[in-house]
């Protein structure tokens, strides 16, 4: 880890910073986070640098652990299961509640992000994947003026995909598409309840999803 932040004294320019080094695998699951050394490292007092710690531990991304430090917690079969459920269920919710905000503006949006993510798979490029998926979904969830709601459900996303991975899997995302693509048709007829159900019970379901989530994640199925 390199370099000193520039508005030191701030919270949350430490917790980007320690997002930053997570989703660059500087930080890696299991591992410990030594207080003292990054304090030391980035120029600032430990206060900040707890206040940082605690916001992490709360999204789910470290473990403190009294007396022992900070570690980073690996993801696991539960987590990625309770994170399908709830976003699932909130973007379905959203979908539903706001059908009638849902403009052609809004959907001539996602069909041109979606062409953009089947376009990158092709290509083999993952690079801006996640990116890309999130503005997809952005377009229907600003759509509602629930802001805890949407708060929520993007730490949520993030602990699902902030850590480097590079076992990216084209045609759970070519899938993912055609599930992004059946969502758009039913926006297109005003059908905010089948759009919510391609969510919940296709496109968030864990059940549905789940021989692709081992694969991505590396879990043991016998073990899980």
């Known amino acids: 880890m390199e370099g000193k ?94 059908i009638d905000r849902i403009t052609p503006k809004h959907i001539d949006r996602l069909e041109e992000l979606n062409e953009k993510i089947i376009s990158d798979i092709k290509r083999d490029d993952f690079s801006r994947l996640f990116a890309t998926n999130l503005k997809f979904h952005s ?30 899997i084209s045609e759970w995302e070519l899938n993912n598409c055609e599930e992004h693509r059946q969502f758009i048709e039913y926006l297109k007829k005003g059908d905010g309840e089948g759009a919510a159900r391609v969510l919940k019970d296709t496109h968030w379901s864990f059940e549905v999803q789940k021989d692709f989530i081992y694969s991505f994640y590396g879990f043991n199925k016998n073990r899980a």
């Open 5 to 98: 932040l520039e508005f030191s004294s701030l919270s949350d320019q430490v917790y980007a910073y320690l997002r930053r080094q997570l989703n660059q695998g500087s930080l890696i699951p299991g591992s410990t986070i030594h207080i003292g050394d990054i304090a030391q490292q980035l120029g600032i007092s430990k206060t900040p640098l707890r206040d940082a710690l605690i916001h992490l531990e709360l999204e789910g991304f470290v473990e403190i652990l009294p007396r022992r430090g900070v570690r980073v917690r690996k993801l696991q079969v539960q987590d990625v299961k309770n994170a399908y459920d709830a976003v699932g269920l909130i973007e379905a919710f959203i979908v539903s509640s706001c």
């Open 139 to 168: 377009v229907y969830l600003e759509t509602s003026d629930n802001e805890p709601l949407k708060r929520f459900i993007l730490p949520i996303k993030h602990r699902l995909y902030d850590f480097p991975r590079q076992n990216y």
